[in-house]
């Protein structure tokens, strides 16, 4: 019992987290008489809160490190108006436009990551100038005015869905789109093998492990809430593109930071500083990295946007940073660094989308879901300060 406990605090954060999206999914499904679970909705709700789950697997790296990107917003707007001048005015190539985009997006993050890594400029600092800079740029190039629409190709990363090779199949008035279950069921069946190999070498190195029966009904309604999710995207039209992005982007960077060294270098890094460079991490290069990374992720959710939008502005990407960081701090990274996954980062960006459209669907204004939004998460910060300070008292 006294190591189930354990186990249960060590990870109190992510079981917090998921508990709390189920209750606010279920909460909003019945208030909405079920219109919130909708295959239509849950589609809207991932295709709106696509670029925000794309930036905080991005931010979640900064968290990491005890720090933030404040620029992410600008440096959205200014790759979406640069994607609006060769695609829109200039007639370019739109795969052509989106491999240029990337690279600005790259060299963006390495001149923010100078001046951050190379000449300690701190990342505050550093990416609220960004933040002012790469609006300003943006908005030079706009000129006041919108630019649209962009070619067919460049909208499918938005509001495409995955073909179906075998055509699909009808069940009464329902259409299943038969490739998207495939998909569901063998991403269901990796989990389950994964499961059941990650308890293995629990075992094997005699770690603390959840009881036999826990640890299987935990597998189960994940099984379970992803087949249910599944079935509902069949329905409907398929997995979205971004959908299939979403998924990549989220196992790459989970697998990055929790089983390669640079990952452990992160953590090192936020952990303790001082300590990390003694241990021979290479701190100015992991801080480089990092915030490479984050601006080329800034690209790829300002075409996300763009795309979605079919549409560049000169207001597009506002706010976005708030969102991002508000997601990982929600799904449980830590104010002070070296606490937080991946995983969780994406629960508190769904957390906040679901709070955004159930709220929308029931009627409550915009501004009364910004201030909710405001008193999530400083009650999400406010228990990670409260859980820090126990357990040191604990210590």
């Known amino acids: 019992m006294s190591g189930l406990i354990a186990i249960l ?19 909003f499904g019945l208030l909405t008489d079920g219109i919130f679970f909708r295959p239509v909705n849950l589609t809207n709700l991932v295709l709106q809160n696509s670029y925000v789950l794309i930036l905080a697997v991005g931010m979640l790296l900064c968290t990491l490190t005890g720090n933030v990107d404040l ?33 600005v997006g790259a060299l963006i993050g390495m001149w923010q990551g100078f001046w951050i890594a190379f000449v300690n400029v701190p990342p505050f600092i550093a990416t ?33 869905y995955i073909p179906d090779p ?23 069946a990796l989990i389950i093998f994964s499961e059941i190999q990650k308890r293995k070498k629990q075992k094997q190195y005699d770690f603390d492990l959840l009881p036999g029966g826990i640890w ?21 039209k398929g997995f979205p593109n971004i959908l299939i992005l979403l998924g990549v982007l989220v196992i790459a960077y989970q697998f990055v930071a929790s089983k390669t060294v640079q990952g452990r270098h992160i953590y090192a890094l936020g952990g303790n500083r001082k300590a990390a460079e003694l241990s021979g991490v290479k701190v100015k290069w992991v801080m480089f990295w990092i915030y ?17 939008l079919n549409s560049a502005t000169p207001k597009a990407g506002q706010n976005f940073e708030m969102d991002a960081i508000a997601a990982c701090y929600v799904g ?3 104010v002070s660094g070296g606490i937080g996954t991946v995983i969780g980062a994406v629960v508190g ?20 879901q910004q201030a909710i939004k405001g008193f999530v998460l400083l009650s999400a910060v406010a228990f990670d300060l409260y859980s820090k300070s126990r357990s040191s008292k604990v210590a």
């Open 216 to 236: 299987l009904a935990k597998v189960i309604f994940i099984a379970v809430v992803l087949v249910a999710f599944t079935v509902v995207f069949a329905i409907y």
């Open 128 to 160: 609220l100038a960004g933040m002012l800079v790469f609006r300003g740029l943006g908005q030079v190039i706009m000129k006041g005015q919108t630019k649209a629409p962009f070619p067919r190709e460049f909208q499918l990363i938005s509001s495409g």
């Open 9 to 27: 605090k060590k990870n109190v954060r992510q079981y917090m987290m998921v508990i709390a999206l189920a209750v606010a999914m279920i909460a």
């Open 166 to 188: 075998f055509g699909g199949a009808a069940i009464g008035t329902m259409h299943l789109h038969l490739f998207t279950l495939l998909i569901g069921f063998l991403i269901v």
């Open 349 to 368: 960006g769904l957390f906040i989308g679901v709070l955004n459209n159930g709220m929308s669907i029931i009627g409550i204004s915009t501004d009364w």
């Open 292 to 308: 490479t990374n984050m601006a080329i992720l800034a690209a790829v959710a300002a075409m996300v946007f763009t795309a979605r």
């Open 71 to 103: 620029s992410v917003g600008s440096i959205v707007c200014f790759i979406g108006a640069l994607c609006g001048v060769m695609m829109v005015d200039l007639q370019w190539n739109p795969y052509v436009a989106m491999l240029l985009a990337l690279l």
């Open 332 to 334: 449980g990274s830590a």
